[in-house]
């Protein structure tokens, strides 16, 4: 199985500054068909999750401009330009390339 | 509008069956592979279960494998998961989500909780 790591845990973040999460995996990410599934998800208190990026950069429809994802290989990192209030919550990669499909651990995004 | 809607959850006992069910709207249901993806009380995300567009496909994590059953009805755009053998640790929100490689639409989960 491939093992998603994230870090770090917990990010305490001031409004209007820059986050940033990384996620590494066990193995590459690559598939044989030459795509990076690997995409970030966000989780605020008390709802479901929702698809922020997919295949390592690509932002979902509708996501502000001020998240960004990067990476290739076995390490990947999302960037929150400017923290907005309602970013808290938490922040999960997941990689799609291979069964079974694997999450990391999770990043809590808070405001200072 | 695009949604997913669970059902089915609630209280059973260790060894008891439960039966979820997912019903799409909004989207061409038949068109996609949809998986379960629960999430315990305060813990992350675990995939649970895929199937394929088609319904030939099912794929299993191995903490369900030989308990829980995945199939879908694309003449009612529903999705389900038969889940028997219950255990304590299956207690979890039953997510139902949207798959193409990665997870563009979820439901807003249907809880099972798994005690005596």
């Known amino acids: 199985d491939i093992v998603m790591t994230q870090t770090p845990l917990s990010s305490p973040v001031t409004l209007g500054q820059p986050a940033s999460i990384s996620c590494r995996s066990s193995?590459?990410?690559?598939?044989?068909?030459?795509?990076?599934?690997l995409s970030w998800l966000q989780q605020r208190p008390g709802q479901p999750p929702r698809i922020l990026i997919y295949?390592?950069?690509n932002r979902f429809s509708g996501v502000p401009d001020r998240f960004s994802g990067s990476g290739a290989g076995t390490d990947f990192t999302l960037k929150i330009s400017r923290v907005e209030a309602e970013d808290v919550g938490v922040y999960y990669c997941m990689q799609g390339t291979q069964l079974p499909l694997t999450f990391g651990g999770g990043t809590k995004v808070e405001i200072k | 509008e695009v949604q997913l809607l669970e059902s089915g959850g609630g209280l059973v006992q260790p060894g008891g069956s439960l039966r979820l069910s997912c019903a799409a709207s909004g989207f061409t249901f038949s068109r996609y592979a949809m998986s379960w993806v629960r999430q315990a009380p305060g813990k992350g995300l675990e995939w649970v279960s895929t199937v394929t567009s088609s319904g030939d496909g099912t794929y299993y994590a191995d903490s369900v494998k030989g308990r829980f059953t995945i199939s879908r009805d694309n003449s009612e755009n529903t999705l389900y998961l038969q889940m028997n053998s219950l255990r304590a640790e299956d207690t979890a929100l039953y997510y139902c989500a949207k798959y193409v490689r990665f997870f563009d639409l979820w439901g807003r989960g249907t809880l099972v909780t798994v005690s005596s």
């Open positions: 193995q590459s990410l690559v598939h044989s068909d030459g795509n990076t599934y």
């Open positions: 295949k390592i950069s």
